[in-house]
């Protein structure tokens, strides 16, 4: 995928050879640009976690890749899009098959909403579904967030 951030005039690739699925970019108020992808391998130096992961790349104003994470459990997992919080939270959703450390799924596949801060540093995680499947096809947040 080539992405151009807020200020950067040229496409910047940010995908390897593997097979990649950009799903949602979203900028900040300092200009960084959050790409949220699903990726059948790691990505930038992280390594994959199982079969598909989720990984969210930051790009700073001037396009140069800050950090990438990558996020997932040992099953199929897919991002959905990506949001900024009023206090700078990023958050990422999507469905996994699998159980986030941590979390407890409800059968099926569930939905997720990953937050991060700015730095890149996993706050939490929250899953939520039941014994049904669950997709979640996006995330936005408004001003009293």
């Not at 140069?64 to 459990?73: A, E, F, Q």
Request: hydrophobic share 40%; charged share 15%.
């Amino acid at each position: 995928m080539d992405v151009a951030p807020a200020s950067f005039n040229k496409p910047l690739q940010i995908l390897n050879s593997s097979s990649q699925t950009a799903e949602g970019i979203a900028t900040d108020s300092s200009r960084n640009s959050y790409v949220v992808l699903t990726t059948s391998a790691g990505l930038n130096g992280e390594a994959g976690i199982g079969a598909d992961d989720v990984a969210l790349v930051k790009i700073n104003s001037v396009g140069t890749v800050v950090w990438t994470r990558i996020i997932g459990t040992l099953f199929a997992d897919y991002a959905a899009g990506v949001a900024i919080g009023s206090d700078g939270t990023v958050l990422v959703a999507g469905t996994t098959a699998g159980v986030f450390t941590g979390a407890s799924g409800g059968g099926g596949k569930d939905g997720f909403i990953a937050f991060y801060n700015s730095a890149g540093v996993l706050q939490r995680v929250k899953q939520f579904g039941n014994a049904d499947n669950q997709t979640v096809a996006d995330i936005a947040v408004d001003s009293s967030n």
